[in-house]
């Protein structure tokens, strides 16, 4: 059965309007219909926009691109645990982090947040901080200073090869080459010490703290005519005069001067303790930043310690209210100066009951617990504290106290971490030095920590 073929002709005809032409020989092109008013597309409903508000949606698609682009390629914030923090810790993170997420590409909103956690004791997170400022701003020392003062606490050694970054870029810089010059010390490392002690000295003469150091490294290598020679500045420099006669009587001891050694000893006695650098750029920069309960326990003590009683007592008032573990903190330390170690012990456990994070009230109980002939306690109240702030300097020099008698390996390895962490503590420099000559057959001076 056949099909009936369409006629072409008529075909061709319905498709040309009436009325129009189409020249002989040419084939004819379909003309798409056209939609009704209404109907259009999306992008030929934008073609019949005026010209300007095209390019305002232009601008406003590109913006909107460029913010979604710059959240999913942003950094991510790292974020310590908080889950039993003060709360005005958490406040005091979370606004930082907030000018991080306003501002990812800031140096300084990154290594404020650096500061920020570093002054509330988390240091890993601070290091990844310091990291970023670091990688957006190429030229400040102060933000691989920062990344390696923070590392310092965590890992000495690791701390030494990030201060390089921060003495490459300006070898002028005092802190960054002192600091790594102390922590060299430390790590056994004295002819680098040496040459960061003599660059910084050369470029600062008059640095007591460079001088006290230089001394202390030449004393260790058993040039004596060096080491008093070296201290300079520093027997009268208020940072360090106190901390520079005491090691004057030492090398006066070694030298055979027993006579000069106790004259600067008694001398000293009668001098004020060392006052703080002014221009440490960690103390200019950390007690700004410290906030909540276990800040002000720590700024109780320092004002204590400085001889600011009054004004320790009038700080004490106005938070006890708020905090019960604050007074009974200042209980225990009362109990303490009166010499009942005992009293001091029970302030000081109630304390760590209403906040068992706070290192401060814990290493006082090991303080307390050790006044008391209890030294296997007081070193598990140390390694406590311990394993909340491995940084921790005092907790380790009395941790290397409490060992002494029962495990003295162990003594000089927390010892030698108390230097570490205290490069400037004279205390625990000797300490570890009455320690060592003591048992010269059984301990070297190289113990691992």
Known sequence: MSRRRPDRSRAHASAVPAGSATPPGSASQPTAPRPASGSLSLPAQIQTLPWWLQ??????????ATAAWSWASAPSIPHPDLATADPLVVL????????????????????DLGLVLYAQSYGREAVDCFRRATALDERSWRWPFFAAAASSHLAPADAVTLMEEAIRRDPKAVWPRLLRAEWLV????????????????????DHARAHLGLARLLLAAGDTDGAAAALGTAIDHPSTRRSARQFAAQVAARQGQRD?????????????????????????????????KRSRIKLVSQMEEA??????????????????????FVEGRIQLQKGDAAA?????????????????????????????????????VFREVLRREPGYGPAWLELGRALVDTDPEAAVA?????????????EARLELTRLRASRPTTISPGASR
């Open 55 to 64: 390019l305002l949606g232009c601008g406003l698609l590109v913006a909107a």
């Open 92 to 111: 005091a993170i979370d606004d930082a982090e907030a000018r991080v997420r306003m501002t990812p590409a800031s140096a300084e909103a990154w290594g």
């Open 186 to 205: 430390t790590l056994g490392r004295g002819d680098e010490a040496r040459a960061d002690y003599e660059s910084l000295l050369a470029v600062s003469p």
């Open 260 to 292: 000069e050694a106790k004259r600067l000893l008694t001398a000293t006695a009668a001098l004020p303790a060392d006052i703080p650098w002014p221009e440490d750029p960690l103390a200019a920069e950390l007690p700004l930043r410290r906030v909540g």
């Open 307 to 328: 001889g600011a009683v009054a004004e320790a007592d009038a700080l004490t008032r106005r938070i006890e209210q708020e905090n019960p573990e604050i007074y009974l």
């Open 344 to 380: 001091a012990e029970e302030a000081f456990r109630r304390a760590v009951e209403f906040d068992p994070r706070a290192v401060e009230i814990r290493f006082q109980l090991g303080r307390a617990i050790a006044l008391q002939g209890r030294p296997a306690d007081a070193a598990e």
């Open 414 to 426: 927390a010892l030698e971490s108390a230097v570490a962490y205290m490069p400037a503590s004279e």
